[in-house]
């Protein structure tokens, strides 16, 4: 199953300064797209990341260890593939 999350991109960068560059996490968050999306009234720079779920839930393991303020945004991801 395929998740699609989108990361603001202080969650993002966050995420990228704590990966080791060898990482499954760091490919994960490299293959990332930059885009504008829809925040409340106002369009933001987010980074659209799609996944397998297993990669989604390991992003999600080393959110909540590193940059906790990230997993709130993974965690909607993944909840919202679950519900398709």
Known sequence: MKVTMYLSLLSYDNL???CEPTSREYMILLDGRLM????????????K???RMDDANRLLDFATQVYPNAAPEIE???ANACKK
């Open 16 to 18: 990228m300064e704590r």
């Open 36 to 47: 504008w999306r829809l925040k409340g009234k106002r369009f933001a720079y987010v980074m």
């Open 49 to 51: 990341i799609t996944c």
């Open 76 to 78: 909607e991801a993944v």
